[in-house]
């Protein structure tokens, strides 16, 4: 017998096939045929930023990854997978990289409790804080600090994305392809651009320390 919170998600399931069907009969149909996203999105885990409900658009328009604070790492195979399909195959133009405000991950990052297995993972995001310490030691208010942090995780990783294999031989045989840092509000729902738009290798050294220098010092 299905335990009853499956029963839950599978009549949720029922109900939402039923109202898609009954606004755009032929949804599923034209979904079914092929995937043509412009978008890779690359995101957090956290369960309160579902990646294509918080930009308005049907399934479909977004290649999605999500991890635990939006981390793209050389050691990560899954993830560097993902961006290969979605850059070789897909032909996505965008790659977006998003964070948000109060990520658990980068709060356990800064404040380091015993969480097991996880720690290994968290070291990533350690590595960003002790990269930038100076300015994370400016700023007095731990919720601040941890936001702060949020941000300067996001441009990180977008500058991990454009070091990777798939980018740089994207970007070297022509093919348009912009990478995106952005950053979630969980207190108001809006997506914030960073100001990381990457579009070839001459622009990551460049607009790395232009967004930096734009972040607030406290």
Same mark, same amino acid.
């Given at each position: 017998?299905?335990?009853?919170?499956?029963?839950?998600?599978?009549?949720?399931?029922?109900?939402?096939?039923?109202?898609?069907?009954?606004?755009?009969?032929?949804?599923?149909?034209?979904?079914?045929?092929?995937?043509?996203?412009?978008?890779?999105?690359?995101?957090?885990?956290?369960?309160?930023?579902?990646?294509?409900?918080?930009?308005?658009?049907?399934?479909?328009?977004?290649?999605?990854?999500?991890?635990?604070?939006?981390?793209?790492?050389?050691?990560?195979?899954?993830?560097?997978?993902?961006?290969?399909?979605?850059?070789?195959?897909?032909?996505?133009?965008?790659?977006?990289?998003?964070?948000?405000?109060?990520?658990?991950?980068?709060?356990?990052?800064?404040?380091?409790? #015993? %969480?097991?297995? +996880? *720690?290994?993972?968290?070291?990533?995001?350690?590595?960003?804080?002790? /990269?930038? @310490?100076?300015?994370?030691?400016?700023?007095?208010?731990?919720?601040?600090?941890?936001?702060?942090?949020? #941000? %300067?995780?996001? +441009? *990180?990783?977008?500058?991990?994305?454009?070091?990777?294999?798939?980018? /740089?031989? @994207?970007?070297?045989?022509?093919?348009?392809?912009?990478?995106?840092?952005?950053?979630?509000?969980?207190?108001?729902?809006?997506?914030?651009?960073?100001?990381?738009?990457?579009?070839?290798?001459?622009?990551?050294?460049?607009?790395?320390?232009?967004?930096?220098?734009?972040?607030?010092?406290?």
């Amino acid at each position: 017998m299905p335990h009853p919170h499956i029963d839950e998600l599978l009549e949720k399931n029922r109900v939402w096939s039923a109202e898609t069907k009954s606004r755009d009969p032929d949804f599923f149909a034209r979904l079914s045929k092929q995937q043509t996203p412009k978008y890779l999105w690359i995101g957090c885990a956290d369960s309160r930023v579902p990646a294509s409900q918080v930009v308005g658009m049907d399934p479909g328009h977004l290649f999605v990854h999500r991890n635990i604070a939006n981390v793209v790492v050389h050691s990560d195979v899954n993830c560097l997978s993902v961006i290969q399909y979605a850059v070789e195959v897909l032909k996505v133009e965008h790659v977006v990289v998003c964070g948000h405000y109060g990520c658990g991950g980068v709060k356990a990052a800064l404040d380091k409790p #015993e %969480l097991g297995l +996880i *720690e290994h993972w968290l070291r990533h995001i350690e590595d960003v804080a002790h /990269r930038h @310490a100076d300015r994370l030691n400016n700023v007095n208010e731990p919720e601040t600090r941890c936001d702060r942090l949020c #941000e %300067l995780n996001v +441009i *990180e990783q977008v500058m991990n994305l454009a070091r990777t294999t798939t980018v /740089r031989t @994207a970007w070297q045989r022509g093919q348009t392809l912009v990478l995106h840092g952005l950053i979630y509000g969980l207190k108001d729902g809006l997506l914030r651009d960073l100001g990381l738009d990457l579009a070839g290798p001459d622009d990551a050294a460049q607009s790395y320390d232009r967004v930096l220098k734009r972040l607030p010092t406290d």
